[in-house]
C-alpha cells in the first residue's frame, strides 16, 4: 500500500495536466500512490471547495466480467464506508465512475500521516499513543457495529491534524463488509503484512478482531518506530506473526496490558475494542492502568480487609500487600479480589474465584448466569494417567456420546501458573441452541481441577472474558 494514507503532497505532485471527472471533479495534484491506487488533491467545481480523490486502480489481467465484479464490489463497499459518520473516521463525499473506473471523493485533511510523523519526529510518548488509540478504537466500534470492517490498519492510513489535534482513520481503500474473503483477492495480498493479524495471514477468518491485532501493532510502532513483526523478507514477517515469539518493545511497557491483548494469536481472546478503550483512558487519566480495569490479570488479596486496616497504620503500603503474600512471596494468597463488574465467590468445594455480578451458585462449582446463558463450573477430582492432556484427550474422544451434537473439538496442552494444563474446546447442540465450550483442565498439589464456561454461539467473546478472569483469580481454600 506504500504511503497511501497520507494527504501530503509529495514534491509539487504534477503528475500531467488538470483533468475532470464525473463533470464535477478536477483532479489537479497527486498526494500519494500505492498498490490499491493514487490519491489526489482536486476542486469539487459544484460546492466550490478542496477534497481529496482516491483513484482505485483495477488488475489489468483480469476478464472484462471480473473486472466489472470487482469494480461493482469496490463501489458497493466504499458507498457501505461513505454512510460512516464518525470524527475520526475520514468523511466521503461520494463515490463516482468515470471511464468505467470508481473514483471515492474525500474531505481533504491538512496534515500528514502517523508514518510521516513518526519518521520525522521519532516515536510518541506513552500519553500521545493513548489517545491516538482511543481515537481509533473508538472509530473501530463505528465501523464494525455497520459491518465494516477495515483490513489495512496501519501508521500511514492514520491522518493527523496538526491544527487540531484530530487524529482521522483513512484508506477504506481495501475494507469489506463483515463476512468477505480474507487473505487475497485475484491472487494478490490483501493488506500490509506487519499489521495483519495471524488468522487472516492463514486465511482462517476475518473478523473485527482481525482490526484489533492491527492496532496492536500499530501503538507497538507509534511506541518504538517500527512494527513488532518487521523482518528482512516477507516469509520472515509471515512466520513472526503466526509462529514467533512476540515481544513487544519495551517502550511499550506503560501500556502493555493493552498491547499484550491485542495481541493474542486467538481472536476469541483478544482485548475487546470496549475494554481496551476504558484502560487507555484510564491510564490517560490516572498515568497507569488501573488494576480493576485489567479484567485478565491475575489479582490476588494476599492479607484480609481487617489486616490490611490494621496494618496500614504500621506503615504498610496497599502497594506491598498486593504485590506480595504474608511471607514476602508472590502468590501465597488467600483470597480474591474481584475486578469491577464481578465479586468474590467462595464455594464450600473449597476455593474461590471471582464471578460476574447477577452469576447464581446453582449447585456446588456451578455458577450461572440469569436465564443460564452463560454457565461456569470447576469440578476437582483424582489425578488421571497421562496428566491433564490424557484426561481432555478421553474427553474429547468421548464427546460425541457425552454431548449432543458435538463438533469442532480441540485439545492443546498448556500450563497454568507454572503447572502443566491443557485447554479443550468444542460446540454441541443438545435440545436446544448451539453452545460453545471452553474448559482449562490442570494439575496441581495432587488433584486435578477442571473449570469450564459454556455459552450460546454468538457469545463467546463474552464467555471468554469471565472465564478467563475467573481462571486467573481461582483460589484454593
Not at 500500500?1 to 497527486?30: C, F, H, K, S
Not at 473486472?67 to 463497499?77: F, S
Not at 501508521?155 to 469489506?176: H, K, S
Request: hydrophobic share 40%; net charge neutral; aromatic share 6%.
Amino acid at each position: 500500500m506504500g504511503r497511501m494514507g497520507t494527504q501530503r503532497e509529495q514534491g509539487d505532485g504534477r503528475w500531467g495536466n488538470p483533468r475532470l471527472i464525473a463533470g464535477r471533479y478536477v483532479l489537479q495534484a497527486r498526494l500519494g500512490r500505492g498498490g490499491m491506487g493514487v490519491v489526489w488533491r482536486a476542486t469539487d467545481q459544484l460546492l466550490r471547495r478542496q477534497v481529496a480523490v482516491k483513484e482505485l486502480l483495477l488488475d489489468d489481467t483480469l476478464s472484462a466480467d471480473e473486472v466489472r465484479r470487482q469494480r461493482d464490489r469496490t463501489l458497493r463497499e466504499a458507498r457501505a464506508v461513505a454512510q460512516l459518520s464518525h470524527p475520526h473516521i475520514i468523511v466521503v463525499h461520494d463515490v463516482v465512475e468515470h471511464d468505467e473506473r470508481p473514483y471515492i471523493v474525500m474531505e481533504l485533511i491538512d496534515g500528514g500521516s502517523l508514518a510521516d510523523r513518526i519518521s520525522a519526529h521519532g516515536p510518541l510518548d506513552a500519553p500521545e499513543a493513548a489517545r491516538i488509540g482511543i481515537a481509533l478504537l473508538s472509530a473501530l466500534r463505528t465501523a464494525h457495529t455497520a459491518g465494516v470492517l477495515h483490513r489495512d490498519l496501519k501508521p500511514a492510513n492514520v491522518l493527523l491534524e496538526p491544527a487540531t489535534g484530530r487524529v482521522v482513520l483513512t484508506d477504506f481503500g481495501i475494507a469489506q463488509l463483515a463476512g468477505a474473503p480474507t487473505l487475497t483477492e485475484s491472487g494478490s495480498f490483501v493488506g500490509s503484512p506487519e499489521y495483519t493479524a495471524p488468522e487472516r495471514m492463514t486465511g482462517v477468518r476475518t473478523g473485527p478482531e482481525s482490526d484489533l491485532w492491527s492496532l496492536g501493532a500499530l501503538l507497538c510502532a507509534a511506541l518504538s518506530g517500527e512494527s513488532p513483526f518487521r523482518r528482512d523478507s516477507l516469509g520472515g514477517i509471515v512466520h513472526a506473526v503466526i509462529d514467533d515469539d512476540i515481544r513487544p518493545p519495551v517502550q511499550a511497557e506503560p501500556l502493555l496490558p493493552v498491547v499484550r491483548g491485542l495481541l493474542d494469536r486467538d481472536p476469541d481472546r483478544r482485548l475487546d475494542a470496549e475494554r481496551a478503550e476504558m484502560m487507555l483512558r484510564d491510564f490517560l487519566d490516572t498515568g497507569r492502568l488501573a488494576p480493576q480495569a485489567v479484567a485478565y490479570r491475575r489479582r490476588r488479596v494476599l492479607v484480609s480487609a481487617l489486616l490490611a486496616a490494621a496494618t496500614a497504620g504500621a506503615g504498610v503500603s496497599a502497594a506491598a500487600l498486593l504485590m506480595n503474600g504474608g511471607d514476602g512471596t508472590p502468590g501465597s494468597a488467600e483470597s480474591v479480589i474481584a475486578p469491577s463488574g464481578y465479586r468474590v465467590a467462595e464455594d464450600p468445594a473449597g476455593f474461590s474465584l471471582a464471578v460476574p455480578e447477577g452469576f447464581t451458585r446453582r449447585a456446588q462449582g456451578l455458577y450461572v448466569s440469569r436465564g443460564e446463558t452463560f454457565r461456569l463450573s470447576v469440578r476437582t477430582t483424582s489425578p488421571e494417567p497421562g496428566g491433564p492432556l490424557g484426561a481432555m484427550r478421553r474427553a474429547h474422544e468421548k464427546g460425541p456420546d457425552t454431548h449432543a451434537g458435538y463438533r469442532d473439538g480441540r485439545v492443546s496442552a498448556t500450563t497454568h501458573h507454572g503447572h502443566p494444563a491443557a485447554r479443550w474446546e468444542f460446540t454441541w447442540t443438545g435440545q436446544g441452541p448451539a453452545r460453545r465450550t471452553y474448559e482449562v483442565c490442570w494439575q496441581e498439589d495432587g488433584r486435578l481441577y477442571e473449570l469450564q464456561i459454556s455459552a450460546p454461539v454468538g457469545q463467546e467473546r463474552q464467555a471468554r472474558a469471565y472465564f478467563d478472569v475467573a481462571l486467573d483469580t481461582f483460589v484454593r481454600a
